[in-house]
């Protein structure tokens, strides 16, 4: 079979792709902080890892509702609260309270146009962990559209049932970020990220 530059472009901008991109950046935000143990006011790019992350995790859940990548470079940028906000217009479920907060703190550095350095009063760095937190919550929320999205319209004869590949995107996330499965769970969904914070919310996928 012959690939040409289009299906190329199609599947590196595909709600697939930024949900891979999306997964990659928040990984990295959190090993960043948590296995290299740096201060969170001594890693700037751990907030900068975290906002991509979230961007394209949004951004994922747009294409896979019909926005183009065009359209997502014209209208929303790199803004997280117009990304939010029409994710939520189209049936993004809420992100809990504590988590929504930390997006639209670190919304003000992540401009329209570029990432500005985080500025705060006293070194009073906000936790990183509700910000990626957030972006658990999108990725699991979004897998069924996602994977069905691929399977409707990338996919071939060897491409895995829907059903199956919302369980891999959702295993992937489970085995990054060490968080089980919600056993007998209709859904699927993935339990709380951290466990310890009152996040509103005792699951991801609600």
């Given at each position: 079979m012959i690939i040409t530059t289009t299906d190329t472009e199609e599947r590196r901008t595909s709600p697939l792709a930024y949900w891979r991109?999306?997964?990659d950046y928040l990984r990295v935000a959190r090993t960043l902080c948590h296995q290299h143990r740096i201060p969170c006011a001594d890693a700037q790019v751990a907030y900068h890892a975290a906002a991509q992350g979230l961007e394209f995790s949004l951004k994922a859940f747009l294409r896979a509702h019909g926005a183009?990548?065009?359209a997502l470079r014209s209208d929303i940028g790199h803004s997280l609260m117009k990304a939010l906000a029409r994710s939520e217009a189209l049936g993004l479920?809420?992100?809990p309270a504590a988590w929504r907060a930390s997006v639209a703190e670190i919304a003000?550095?992540?401009q329209?146009?570029?990432f500005v350095y985080l500025v705060t009063p006293d070194g009073a760095f906000p936790a990183l962990d509700p910000l990626i937190g957030a972006g658990i919550f999108v990725l699991d929320s979004i897998a069924p559209d996602v994977a069905r999205h691929?399977?409707?319209n990338l996919g071939n004869q060897t491409t895995p049932t829907a059903e199956t590949f919302i369980r891999r995107l959702r295993a992937d996330l489970s085995a990054t970020f060490d968080i089980a499965t919600?056993?007998?769970d209709d859904d699927g969904g993935?339990?709380?990220p951290f466990p310890d914070e009152p996040a509103g919310s005792g699951r991801l996928y609600a």
């Open positions: 991109y999306g997964h183009t990548h065009a479920p809420p992100i003000g550095s992540h329209e146009k570029q691929f399977v409707a919600v056993a007998n993935l339990a709380h």
